[in-house]
Structure formats: C-alpha cells, structure tokens
C-alpha cells in the first residue's frame, strides 16, 4: 500500500523567512503533484513533477522530485501572508488515482 | 471559469437517507473521478470513472457508493443509505492527460445528521 508522508503538518513562520515541506512516499513513482487548499475552499493545483530531478517553479514557490530518494520538495522563498494555505502532495502511480499526504498547514505571520 | 461545477454545494441529510451528488465537466473529457475530504484531514480517492465505466475503486467506494453518467454529460455519485461518517466535503475531478494534474470541482459539504 503507497504511504505518502509529508513534514511538518503545521508550519508557522514569519513572513520574509524561507522554509522548505518535505513529502516522501513509498512506492517507486516518478509522477507527484503540490495542491493548495484554502480553508473550506477546493484544491488548486501548482505543480506537476514527472520526472526524477524534475524542477518547477513559480512565484515564492519552488518543486523538486528526486524519484531514487522517494522524496519531493516544496520551498517557500521569503514567505508572505497570502500563501497561508495548506498544501498537499500526491503521488500517482497506476495512472487513475491519487494518493495524497496528509496537507502541511501552513501559516505565514506579518 | 471553474472547469468543473458541481452541485449542491451543500447538502444536509438524515441519516439513512439516499444523496446524489452530481458533477459537470464543462470540457468534453473521458476521465472523471470522486474524492472526498473528512473535514481537517486528507483528501481520499473514491473512484474513478473512464469512458462510462468504473476503471478503479477504494476501500472506502463499498456497496453503498455507485457512480454513473446517465445523459453522457452529468457524473453523479450516490450514497445508498447515509452514515454520520459520510459527511464530508466531496470533490468531483476530471483529467485531461496524464501529462496534466487533476482539476477538481469546487465541492459539495455532505452533512449527515
């Protein structure tokens, strides 16, 4: 069964400073996706990661997969209030489901 | 534009009652799927849905869920015979490729009282 972690859950940082969420996964995949949630709202997507060494990037925001470690990366470069948000990884490895993390919520302090 | 509307967005029911939840594609696409989100926790694959067929089901996705596409347009989900632990907020997705991500609707908040 693919197990999809992700840390930390809760996240407060001040705005300005960086922080990176870390979303490893058990299984050998080398498609995984970021998602933001706002609260009650439904999930946007922000990055799709296909392949190992796979780098995207947007805004504050930056995505890594390292397929061999399992691992992907979500960095937030000098942090402001607006991307408060939980966000989520997920894995997809038999190409008709998602297998998501468990969210880091994530709370950005003026 | 949302890509993918889905109505009610809230509905409240009685326990042991039937729901339908429906979803609309905007885009003619062949892939849909349901998950749903407990409130606070993590979003759960129910099924997916490929050229009016079930491709895939999860262990949440019993004998009380079914799916279907009665007119080739709408995508419904129904729950048979509601229990207080289906309330949650249920999402309705479509993909376009494999290459691309979800788009997922922007819910219904099943409440079972």
């Known amino acids: 069964e693919l197990k999809v972690e992700q840390n930390p859950l809760f996240l407060s940082m001040q705005e300005g400073k960086n922080y990176t969420i870390y979303c490893n996964y058990s299984?050998?995949?080398?498609?995984l996706y970021w998602y933001r949630q706002d609260p009650g709202k439904s999930l946007e997507s922000l990055f799709v990661?296909?392949?190992?060494?796979a780098v995207k990037q947007e805004g504050r925001l930056m995505a890594s997969l390292d397929t061999k470690a399992r691992l992907s990366t979500l960095h937030i470069t000098a942090a402001v209030h607006d991307l408060s948000a939980t966000y989520f990884c997920?894995?997809?490895?038999?190409?008709?489901?998602?297998?998501f993390g468990e969210g880091t919520q994530l709370t950005v302090n003026p | 534009e949302p890509e993918v509307t889905q109505t009610p967005s809230h509905q409240v029911t009685q326990m042991g009652q039937e729901v339908i939840l429906r979803c609309v594609p905007i885009?003619?696409?062949?892939?849909f799927y349901w998950y749903r989100q407990i409130l606070g926790q993590k979003v759960e694959f129910l099924v997916s849905?490929?050229?009016?067929?079930?491709?895939?089901k999860s262990e949440i996705f019993d004998d009380q869920f079914s799916v279907e596409r009665p007119d080739g347009s709408n995508f419904t989900l129904k729950i048979r015979s509601t229990k207080l632990e289906d309330s949650a907020m249920y999402f309705c997705?479509?993909?376009?490729?494999?290459?691309?991500?979800?788009?997922f609707g922007n819910g219904t908040r099943l409440t079972v009282t």
């Open positions: 990661l296909l392949s190992n060494g």
């Open positions: 299984t050998t995949s080398d498609r």
């Open positions: 997705a479509r993909l376009r490729d494999r290459g691309s991500p979800l788009h």
């Open positions: 997920a894995v997809d490895i038999s190409g008709s489901r998602l297998t």
């Open positions: 885009s003619n696409h062949l892939y």
């Open positions: 849905f490929y050229n009016n067929e079930i491709s895939e």
